[in-house]
């Protein structure tokens, strides 16, 4: 049963998560001391963390309304969003991402093979459909051109949303984002090489839509998958 859980998850789980599927997901009693020493037994291991880079930008624009503080009370009260790429044989891969900070559930994402304002809009608009959120939701950013771009700025603001950004160079005011795509780099793209571009976002669009959304348990979730805890949780964040 490890083996199983461990295989569906694509190799990505350690000790934490295949406890959690085992109890949660399938009803198994098992001790996490006597599942982790059947796992070293069998080699059986999950990924590493992965530390992520990002550059430095000069221009400075709206203000940080979040603070650090990503924790929320219930969904679409804040969104944090970013930009990843990725090399193939091709070139390289853009992939913008809206997450919704409650429940770390992707709302929207965009893949391009260019890094420009359009990739942002595109990743913006898919969350305001998919999502309807209330007029006051928090678009949390960092300062790329792309997010200080006017027509970024406009969907947003048109959309009832407000722009928050943190502080120049510093991840860790956007360190929600920043966690998520050490866990896809991790996870996914550095994982092998990649031929094309489709072959890599056809696997980014099966990671974030089927695994991320639907299968991978999270730690910060009390071990619920992203739509899991929503409709367990809808309104109220666990202690």
């Known amino acids: 049963m490890i083996r199983q859980v461990h295989l569906a998850s694509r190799g990505v789980y350690g000790g934490r998560r295949v406890h959690a599927e085992l109890t949660l997901g399938r009803g198994i009693l098992v001790g996490h001391g006597a ?6 037994r069998a080699g059986i ?3 590493p963390g992965n530390k992520r880079r990002r550059p430095t930008h000069q221009t400075p624009t709206a203000a940080d309304l979040v603070n650090r503080q990503f924790t929320r009370t219930g969904p679409d009260q804040l ?3 970013d930009i990843t790429e990725h090399p193939t ?3 390289k891969v853009y992939c913008c991402v809206v997450l919704d900070a409650y429940s770390c559930r992707v709302v929207g994402w965009s893949i391009d093979s260019t890094q420009t304002a359009t990739l942002v809009n595109n990743a913006l608009g898919m969350a305001i459909h998919n999502r309807r959120p209330a007029t006051g939701t ?5 300062h790329g051109v792309q997010y200080t771009s006017w027509a ?11 722009p928050s950004m943190g502080s120049i160079g510093d991840c860790f005011d956007n360190a929600a984002i920043e966690s998520f795509w050490g866990r896809v780099q991790t996870e996914l793209l550095n994982r092998r090489r990649w031929k094309t571009r489709i072959e890599l976002a056809n696997a980014i669009f099966d990671y974030l839509e089927i695994f991320h959304n639907r299968q991978r348990r999270h730690s910060a979730l009390k071990m619920h998958t992203p739509i899991e805890y929503e409709m367990l949780y809808p309104n109220t964040h666990l202690a």
Do not use: N
């Open 35 to 40: 599942m982790t020493m059947l796992m070293h």
């Open 45 to 47: 291991k999950g990924l």
């Open 79 to 81: 969104w944090v969003t």
């Open 89 to 91: 044989r091709e070139g």
């Open 138 to 142: 928090l678009i949390h950013s960092d």
């Open 152 to 162: 970024f700025t406009r969907r947003a603001r048109a959309s009832g949303l407000i």
